[in-house]
């Protein structure tokens, strides 16, 4: 059974920082591209960052030099480092597991922005 389960979200002011972190099972989880996606209210999922299984990285505009994935493929888990955070930050954070036709989502975790 796969599994990937967020953690880290919650709580911060403008300004602050949070570390996401998704722990896959059930996967062979070095072979497998992973990303970060967000969705607030009213607005369609968007990919925030992704990682390949060689390690390559891509970032969303908005992110870009406030936000960095990496990953620990001993420990099986995708991190999301989120630096100077706004408030339109603000959103449920997703992991998503891609290798070929194969597609998992955690089931996310909420990220609030506010003062």
Not at 10 to 17: H, T, W
Not at 19 to 28: E, H, K, N, P, Y
Not at 80 to 109: F, H, I
Request: charged share 15%; hydrophobic share 30%.
């Amino acid at each position: 059974q796969v599994q990937l389960v967020e953690s880290g979200g919650g709580l911060v002011q403008p300004g602050g920082s949070l570390r996401l972190s998704c722990a896959a099972s059930g996967i062979l989880f070095r072979v497998y591209n992973m990303g970060w996606y967000r969705q607030a209210p009213g607005k369609q999922r968007e990919l925030v960052a992704s990682i390949t299984s060689g390690s390559d990285t891509n970032y969303a505009n908005s992110v870009k030099g406030r936000f960095t994935i990496s990953r620990d493929n001993a420990k099986n888990t995708v991190y999301l480092q989120m630096n100077s955070l706004k408030p339109e930050d603000t959103a449920v954070y997703y992991c998503n597991a891609k290798r070929y036709s194969l597609d998992y989502w955690g089931q996310g975790t909420q990220v609030t922005v506010s003062s």
